[in-house]
Structures are given as structure tokens and as C-alpha cells.
């Protein structure tokens, strides 16, 4: 490609500068050509686990053969409950340094099960770490982990939002961060890692998460959306994207803000699991795996089944019960109405986790709150003037919950 086409951005300039061979000149396919010429040979499809009992779905240019429903990490009761959901069947089990001690009893079960699983972690990579930083943060959860190489690690949670746009918390920074890039590198060079991601549950996610797919360096992304939230949050253009670039689709945050009902016949969570598989991902994590032996078997048994018309009544029932209480996550409405620039969908979802999750959710969304900026928070910055409420238009009471973050999390 010659100079005279050169896009001289600043993010393009920082990929062309973290992958040394290219030239300014390269495009996100140029990028995609080069990280691929940095892998090993990708074995024909790969599988794990002798018990086959659970369908199985091509991950993306991975070849990994995962089962479509994983075993989350957040909120793990022990060591116990993980191992049964590998002997019933579980074969891609996902966890994070966030997630409490979930490392730690992860690699309790990595003693034994090691070669029964595709193992993934993440890091949580700023767009001003150096690549010793970034390293280093792997190695902390391969020491926790009980093991030499993660199959998949994936950047934790990239996200863009008022305050931090071209901070090193900007998820476009994080990812064109050249330090990360070389990192990617040394770390699938040294045999620590052979796969790598990006996850998002912002309400952005869209846009990041195919400006990280045409950077050619990932392989796959995490990423949050149900039957709530589907057309809104632009699912359907991102999975055809990842789908034409074969990269693998995981599926998070199925449960659709996690409320409990009290309505009577209603127990959505095998419907809402089912409905995801439903679309273009190989498999959805959830967290309720973990949690104890009969919301594992739900889980479990949702792979299995095809969406019938009585899940779908399920499923309405369920919204229309959570309907002016779940966000959708559709942020730019109402912080673009909000004159203080308070990160109200971020909020929102911590409010979620606390009431809703419990358990290591709830110190999640604690020390998640806690990581905001001074001004992005309530108490500092919101006025109750009810503009985002105006927004919103699921009419959800969006001052009484970011109170409730306040009075409860901070």
C-alpha cells in the first residue's frame, strides 16, 4: 500500500507503531494479515472433555469446539460446584481478577481438570500501561490459576463515556494502547497465551467492539445483550460483522438484569438462555452455573432445548414484569440529557448487580463505583433536575436507583 493512502490517525498511527513490521500505511485488514502471520497454525477444530452431552459450537477463528453454555466465574461458591459443572459436561469456563477469589478457587479446580477445559481470564489493560504492566498482570492470574497458559484472555470491560473520553480509560485508547499490542505478542510468543479477546457491556459496545474486531488482533469478543436489549443495543449488525470476520461471539448478561419475580409460573432463566443461543454466538457464560447444583441444572438445560412458543411467552411475561426497572443500557440517552456528565448506565448496572446478583456481585459493584471519577458519581454531581428520567424511554426511576448507589456503595 503506498504512503499516499495512509490514514494518519492517531489510533492508526499507534497500531502501525505497536506492530513494529507494519507500515503507516496499514489498514485494519493490514492489521488483521499481520496479527495473523504472529500465531502458530491453527489446529482443525479442537475439542475438550470427554463427556459430550452438551452441544457444541465452533468458536470463531479459535477452532475451539465450546459448549454453548459456559460456567461464569463471579459469585463462585467453591471449588465443588465447578468441578461438577466439568463432569456434567461444561468444557469453557470463563473468570476475571475482578471477580473476588474466583482465580484463586479456579485454580483449585485447574489441578485436576487442566486438559478438560478452554480456560479464559481477562485483564483489566489501561491505555497508558507499559507492556511490564500488562505482563505482569497475566502472570499474577497464571500464579492463581494453577497454570502455564490461559486458552482466552480477554480485555475486561472496555467502555467510553462522559469524563473519560481520550483517558486511559477511553476503551478506543485501551485499545490501540501500543504497550497492549506488545504484550498480545510476548505473551502468545511465550506460550501464556494463545487466544486473546475484548468484552463490553457499555452502551457503546457496538462501536467498540467492531472498531476492536477490525483491528485484526482479536479473535473474539464477550459481549452483553438479551432479549430486552437486542435490536436496541445494535446486536444484530455486530454479530453479522463478527460472523463475516469469523470471530468468536460469547454471550453475557442473558438473564436480562437478573430480577426476581414474583409472578406466579414465571422462571425465565432456561428461556432467556435458550433465546440467546437462539442467535449467531457459540456460547453464552452465566454465573448461575456456580451458584448452586439446581440453577447449574437450569442452565445445563437450556442447551438442550429449542425456543418454543412457550418460552417466548416466558420471556414477554418477564419484560413486561421488569419493563420500567431494567435498563437497556441505551446510555447516550440519558447522559446526553444529563447536564453533570454522571456515568448513569454504568451506575445503573452496578445498582443491578448489588440488588439483584448478590454475593461477590454485590463487592463487585462496590469497588466498581469506587473507580469512577469524583465527578462521574452522584452525590458530587447529581442535582435531581430528572432530565435523564425525561430521556429515558422506559420511564425508569433512574434518580432513585443512582440514590440508591450512593447511600448503598459509596
Known amino acids: ?129 507499559t507492556m511490564e504492566q500488562c505482563l505482569e498482570s497475566l502472570n499474577r492470574s497464571l500464579k492463581k490459576l494453577k497454570t502455564d497458559h490461559v486458552d482466552l484472555l480477554q ?16 476503551g478506543y485508547v485501551r485499545i490501540d494502547n501500543p504497550n497492549l499490542h506488545k504484550a498480545m505478542e510476548k505473551a502468545r510468543k511465550d506460550g501464556k497465551v494463545r487466544w486473546f479477546g475484548v468484552s463490553s457491556h457499555n452502551p457503546q459496545r457496538k462501536d467498540l467492539l467492531k472498531y476492536a474486531i477490525d483491528t485484526g488482533l482479536f479473535d473474539a469478543i464477550l459481549v452483553a445483550f438479551n432479549h430486552l436489549n437486542f435490536e436496541q443495543s445494535g446486536m444484530p449488525e455486530l454479530l453479522a460483522h463478527a460472523h463475516k470476520k469469523d470471530i468468536g461471539v460469547i454471550g453475557m448478561k442473558a438473564s436480562a438484569g437478573n430480577a426476581t419475580l414474583n409472578v406466579p409460573n414465571v422462571k425465565p432463566l432456561t428461556a432467556q438462555l435458550a433465546w440467546i443461543l437462539s442467535k449467531d454466538i457459540q456460547t453464552v457464560i452465566n454465573s448461575k452455573t456456580v451458584f448452586n447444583e439446581d440453577l447449574q441444572d437450569a442452565c445445563l438445560a437450556a442447551a438442550k432445548i429449542k425456543l418454543a412458543q412457550a418460552d417466548r411467552d416466558t420471556l414477554e411475561r418477564y419484560a413486561a414484569a421488569v419493563h420500567s426497572d431494567y435498563c437497556r443500557g441505551c446510555g447516550h440517552l440519558c447522559e446526553s440529557a444529563c447536564p453533570a456528565d454522571v456515568r448513569i448506565a454504568d451506575i445503573l448496572r452496578f445498582e443491578m448487580y448489588h440488588r439483584n446478583y448478590g454475593g461477590a456481585h454485590q463487592e463487585l459493584a462496590r469497588t466498581s463505583y469506587a473507580e469512577l471519577a469524583t465527578d ?12 435523564c428520567e425525561e430521556a429515558c424511554p422506559y420511564t425508569l426511576p433512574i434518580v432513585d436507583k443512582l440514590h440508591y448507589v450512593e447511600r448503598e456503595l459509596a
Not at 480485555?155 to 477511553?170: A, C, F, L, Y
Open 1 to 129: 500500500m503506498s504512503v499516499e493512502n495512509v490514514n494518519l490517525t492517531r489510533r492508526g498511527l499507534l497500531r502501525a507503531a505497536s506492530l513494529g513490521a507494519l507500515s503507516l500505511g496499514a489498514t485494519a485488514a493490514g492489521g488483521q494479515e499481520k496479527a495473523e502471520a504472529l500465531k502458530p497454525d491453527a489446529p482443525k477444530t479442537e475439542d475438550r472433555n470427554s463427556n459430550k452431552s452438551l452441544p457444541r459450537r465452533r468458536l470463531g477463528r479459535t477452532n475451539m469446539m465450546v459448549t454453548t453454555i459456559g460456567s461464569g466465574g463471579a459469585g463462585i461458591t467453591g471449588p465443588e460446584i465447578l468441578h461438577r459443572a466439568i463432569d456434567k459436561g461444561i468444557n469453557y469456563i470463563d473468570t476475571a481478577p475482578a471477580y473476588g477469589d474466583s482465580e484463586d478457587v479456579f485454580g483449585e479446580v485447574m489441578k485436576t481438570d487442566r486438559d478438560k477445559v478452554f480456560l479464559a481470564t481477562k485483564w483489566v489493560v489501561l491505555g497508558d500501561w
Open 155 to 170: 480485555m475486561h470491560s472496555v467502555d467510553t463515556g462522559p469524563g473519560i473520553k481520550g483517558t486511559p480509560r477511553d
Open 376 to 387: 462521574e458519581r452522584v452525590l458530587h454531581s447529581c442535582h435531581d433536575c430528572r432530565k
